[in-house]
């Protein structure tokens, strides 16, 4: 069984920074790609960043040069730092890891809230 871990949500004033992580843990052997995706009241959910194993990475739009995304494989933790947040970013932030060989299969975290308050 796998568990990820959230942590890092919260409440900030608009301009602000946030930093969210995610732990992955349990019979994991591999993770292919790790991302954050959110979903805000009334919205489907949607992908706000994603990291490939080597390091690659793709970013919404609406987040590019605001939102990093990392990860630390050793570690099976994923990390998503936000700044210049804006009230727009309120949502319930999701972790999802996608796993290797030989389970390969989608895990979703139980979601952090952030609030961006104007």
């Known amino acids: 069984q796998v568990q990820l871990v959230e942590s890092g949500g919260g409440l900030v004033l608009a301009g602000g920074s946030l930093r969210l992580s995610c732990k992955a843990s349990g019979a994991i052997f591999s993770i292919n790609v790790m991302g954050w995706y959110r979903q805000a009241p009334g919205n489907q959910r949607e992908l706000v960043a994603t990291i490939t194993a080597t390091g690659n990475t793709n970013y919404a739009d609406s987040v590019k040069g605001r939102f990093t995304i990392s990860r630390d494989n050793a570690k099976n933790t994923v990390t998503l730092q936000m700044n210049s947040l804006k009230p727009e970013d309120t949502a319930v932030y999701y972790c999802?890891?996608?796993?290797?060989?030989?389970?390969?299969?989608?895990?979703w975290g139980q979601g952090t809230q952030v609030t961006v308050s104007s």
């Open positions: 999802k890891i996608s796993s290797g060989y030989p389970i390969f299969k989608d895990y």
